[in-house]
């Protein structure tokens, strides 16, 4: 079955640790979405990519950082500098070029312990 | 600076009260609109795309329209199972997808 994968669903991190979040897609999609979401609130932009090789900061980057080094796979890196990241991380891809709806994965809890 | 807006922040209905949940924006250049429905714990799931003014798109219980500036989720005999929170978003010619901050219904029996 086709989806978009996310890993793990629950994550604790030490302050000061660096904790990286798995997103692995196979609906041959080229962009792909990370965003964060606090309760009670609505998704907030983190990075997107719209190609391999390449991608561009959303709205609140500060503290994180990707790679897109393969179609399929956007990891998204929570480093210390990010001072408060506990948050809901939701990860999404879509095709590009045309007006499609983005899927979603279901989302990697992140508390720091 | 491109926003989506939605209204009300939470929504309680009695189970068969109808109503609607609003989502305007200030995108220049609009080129489409969704509606997602995503329950506690878990991702969006699609509900539906809106292409141009005028559109309009049923599934069950919901129907969703658009304006040149905002779209309405009308939401009709609504039953508990409907209970979500409800998420639009906009997509850029820059490839970013905005999303408005939702609308959490709850409906009771």
């Known amino acids: 079955d086709g989806g978009i994968t996310q890993s793990p669903k629950y994550l604790f991190r030490k302050e000061g640790q660096n904790v990286t979040l798995s997103c692995e897609q196979n609906?041959?999609?080229?962009?792909m979405y990370w965003y964060r979401q606090d309760p009670g609130q609505g998704l907030r932009l983190i990075y997107y990519?719209?190609?391999?090789?390449?991608?561009q900061k959303g709205d609140i980057a500060e503290g994180y950082s990707v790679s897109r080094e393969k179609k399929e796979s956007f990891p998204l890196t929570v480093t210390s500098a990010q001072k408060n990241p506990t948050a809901f991380y939701l990860c999404?891809?879509?095709?590009?070029?045309?007006?499609?709806?983005?899927?979603f994965g279901q989302g990697t809890r992140l508390t720091v312990v | 600076e491109d926003q989506v807006t939605q209204s009300p922040e939470a929504l309680r209905l009695q189970e068969g009260e109808s109503s609607s949940l609003n989502c305007s924006y200030t995108?220049?250049?609009?080129?489409?609109l969704f509606w997602y429905r995503q329950d506690p714990g878990k991702g969006p799931e699609f509900l539906f795309t809106?292409?141009?003014a005028g559109e309009e798109k049923e599934k069950e219980r919901l129907k969703a329209t658009l304006t040149k500036k905002e779209s309405f989720l009308h939401i009709t005999a609504p039953k508990p199972e409907d209970s979500a929170t409800y998420l639009c978003?906009?997509?850029?010619?820059?490839?970013?997808?905005?999303f408005g901050q939702g609308t959490t219904l709850q409906v009771k029996p």
């Open positions: 999404a891809s879509r095709l590009t070029g045309s007006l499609t709806e983005a899927f």
């Open positions: 609906l041959n999609h080229d962009a």
């Open positions: 990519s719209q190609i391999v090789n390449d991608f």
């Open positions: 995108v220049s250049g609009l080129r489409g």
């Open positions: 809106l292409y141009s």
């Open positions: 978003a906009a997509p850029r010619n820059t490839g970013k997808l905005i």
